[in-house]
């Protein structure tokens, strides 16, 4: 069974550019949130979606959104980027239900210039 | 709002020896889960072990084991017969059991453990 596959894996933008980021759930997979990781704030939720619909959403600027598709897949977009946005992007995906263990992608690697 | 805190930055052990991580955390609510993370240099999170907090007792994977007391709100993370790939950030993390507004409820994560492993 294929894990959660997260593309591109690395990718290098400038800044004022936008990125997109995309997130390919596990297999039945429903629940899909989002993951920033860097070396001064750690790991801090982007936002969480179910059902096509955003259902929860962490501190970050206007920016930062994201979409899901009928097939759970999942994109998240940031706009107008600037250095600090630069980090390692995580994708999670589970079962639906709160008590279902959260599996995390590889990541995607933004670094902005 | 519930924060987690490791208080260790980092950890060395000497392989085959055992080591314990700690983590705190704090919370108003009184059913919700803990997890403990592994992230090696690969950067994928792996999970080592979860723990319900309506259970008492302590879960355990094969070498790895926590010891939680909720009353104090303490989740440690104990790695029996450290091995050489058990080298890796360690995260805790905490999630509600509370189903807000439909969501499934986000991880909260600690800082992290580095744990270095000697030959």
């Known amino acids: 069974k294929a894990g959660v596959t997260q593309t591109p894996r690395y990718l290098i933008k400038t800044r004022g550019q936008q990125v997109t980021l995309s997130c390919s759930p596990i297999?039945?997979?429903?629940?899909v949130s989002w993951y920033q990781q860097t070396p001064g704030q750690g790991l801090q939720f982007l936002f969480e979606?179910?059902?096509?619909?955003?259902?929860n959403k962490g501190n970050f600027p206007g920016r930062f959104s994201g979409r899901q598709f009928s097939n759970s897949r999942s994109e998240m977009n940031v706009s107008t980027l600037e250095l600090g946005d630069s980090a390692l992007y995580l994708c999670?995906?589970?079962?639906?239900?709160?008590?279902?263990?959260?599996?995390f992608g590889e990541g995607s690697w933004l670094t902005v210039v | 709002a519930q924060t987690v805190t490791q208080s260790q930055p980092e950890m060395s052990v000497q392989e085959a020896e055992t080591v314990t991580l700690s983590c705190t955390y704090d919370t108003s609510e009184s059913d919700y889960y803990l997890f403990w993370y592994k992230q090696p240099p690969s950067r994928q999170m792996i999970l080592v072990i979860r723990?319900?907090?309506?259970?008492?007792q302590n879960a355990t994977e094969n070498r790895f084991s926590v010891n939680f007391q909720k009353a104090a709100k303490s989740f440690s993370l104990k790695i029996s017969d450290s091995q050489l790939g058990d080298a890796a950030m360690y995260f805790c993390?905490?999630?509600?059991?509370?189903?807000?507004?439909?969501?499934?409820?986000?991880?909260?994560f600690g800082k992290g453990t580095k744990l270095s492993v000697k030959p």
């Open positions: 999670a995906s589970s079962l639906t239900g709160v008590g279902n263990t959260i599996y």
């Open positions: 723990q319900e907090a309506y259970k008492q």
């Open positions: 297999s039945g997979h429903r629940s």
């Open positions: 979606y179910f059902s096509e619909t955003q259902r």
């Open positions: 993390a905490y999630r509600s059991a509370q189903n807000y507004g439909g969501s499934q409820g986000n991880l909260i």
